[in-house]
């Protein structure tokens, strides 16, 4: 059975792990070649763009894949639609491994936007001094607000124009609460401004923002496409491959497809 993990996330990496030398199971994780110093997953790996839903199914089919795991990011909206489109014309069973979005807890000001452009558009009158936590992807989007000042925390330098006044923080995760808490005082933040990434490696942030009374503006995830099982975690997609790709709720209209290797 030659699976195809899409990868760049903790479910990714610890479905490669739980899977790799597993008898009957041949793995590949992909990234998307972003981050220039990845934390690779175990077991074999590519790195690069597919070209496109149509290069994805032409790879697919070109290295014998038998069913494709959606384990990107839940903003990673395009891929995970490529990955539908391909899996769907080949009939390929397919899984997105969604972690669940973080909830809001007594205490919390939430401000839920639909896209980062809704976000720029929300920070006026919320203060002037913002943290922005959204990755080097989309930085772009408050590029313009000039009365502003950013904290902009990312693993890499951001992508594209950014807001004239913005001190750069290149950091990568896990935080703890004392650490986000000391860099929201220290830096007198006022705003808080995150995606729904959920999970429990970047969530320390909420956790100051509300200890400190901080309103927090919440970017909503990305729909995913119909087609496809849907799980929570990597153990989840673990038993979906064990399974044979019938044991998970389906994202959409579409029946899920049952493993059989090709021959
Ligand atoms: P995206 O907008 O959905 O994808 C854009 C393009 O990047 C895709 O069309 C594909 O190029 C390529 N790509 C994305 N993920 C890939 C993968 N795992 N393997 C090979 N190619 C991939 O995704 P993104 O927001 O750029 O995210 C890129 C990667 O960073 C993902 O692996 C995701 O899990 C991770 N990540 C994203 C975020 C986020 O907030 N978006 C946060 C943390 C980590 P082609 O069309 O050429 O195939």
Request: a neutral charge; hydrophobic letters at 45%.
């Amino acid at each position: 059975m030659k699976i195809l993990i899409l990868g760049g996330t903790r479910e990714a990496r610890d479905l490669a792990h739980l899977a790799s030398g597993e008898r009957g199971f041949d793995i590949v994780s992909s990234l998307a070649g972003r981050v220039r110093d990845p934390r690779l997953p175990a077991g074999a790996v590519r790195i690069g763009g597919f070209g496109g839903a149509d290069g994805l199914r032409e790879w697919l089919t070109g290295n014998g894949i038998d069913a494709v795991v959606d384990a990107t990011h839940p903003f990673a909206g395009t891929m995970s639609a490529h990955a539908a489109t391909a899996a769907t014309a080949l009939g390929l069973p397919l899984v997105h491994v969604r972690r669940p979005g973080w909830r809001e807890r007594p205490g919390d000001r939430w401000i839920r936007v639909p896209d980062l452009a809704g976000a720029a558009a929300a920070l006026g009158g919320l203060g002037e001094r913002v943290f922005l936590t959204i990755g080097r992807q989309g930085v772009a989007a408050f590029a313009e607000l000039s009365a502003h000042w950013f904290l902009i925390r990312a693993i890499d330098p951001p992508e594209g124009a950014v807001p004239t006044r913005h001190h750069l923080l290149l950091a990568r995760g896990p935080f703890t609460v004392e650490q986000e808490t000391e860099l929201l005082a220290a830096h007198r933040v006022e705003v808080l401004v995150t995606k729904d990434s959920g999970g429990a490696l970047t969530e320390a942030k909420l956790d100051a923002a509300r200890a400190a009374g901080l309103p927090v503006v919440v970017v909503e995830r990305p729909a995913l496409p119909a087609g496809g099982a849907v799980v929570h975690t990597a153990d989840a997609a673990w038993e979906w491959l064990r399974s044979g790709g019938q044991s998970a709720s389906s994202a959409g209209s579409c029946s899920n497809q049952s493993m059989t290797p090709r021959s």
